[in-house]
């Protein structure tokens, strides 16, 4: 059974940062490229960042240079680095594993790490 369990998210104020990790389990882990999404209030759900199975990171243009994602595959888990944290940076952060090139999520979502960003 796949289970994406993220963690690490709160409330922090403008300008901070937040690490978020996700642990995967269920399927093999290092084979797979995994992502990391969000979603604002009232907003659909959007792709953050890839990184493959290798450990390249590719990152949303609204986010890059602010973000950095990375893996663990001996402990199966993927965490993003979020850096001068803004208040659009506010939702519920997930992760999943997705095929080749592609974003759309393999598995059902976890819970989702929620991430509020204000003074």
């Known amino acids: 059974q796949v289970q994406l369990v993220e963690s690490g998210g709160g409330l922090v104020q403008p300008g901070g940062s937040l690490r978020l990790s996700c642990a995967a389990s269920?399927?093999?882990?290092?084979?797979?490229?995994m992502c990391w999404y969000r979603q604002a209030p009232g907003k659909e759900r959007e792709w953050v960042a890839t990184?493959?199975?290798?450990?390249?990171?590719n990152y949303a243009d609204s986010l890059k240079g602010r973000i950095t994602i990375s893996r663990d595959n001996r402990k199966s888990t993927v965490v993003l680095q979020i850096d001068n944290l803004k208040p659009e940076d506010t939702a519920v952060y997930y992760c999943?594993?997705?095929?080749?090139?592609?974003?759309?999520?393999?598995?059902?979502w976890g819970q989702g790490t929620q991430v509020t960003v204000s003074s």
């Open positions: 999943n594993a997705v095929a080749g090139v592609s974003t759309t999520p393999l598995y059902s």
């Open positions: 269920g399927f093999f882990f290092s084979t797979r490229v």
């Open positions: 990184i493959s199975a290798g450990g390249r990171g």
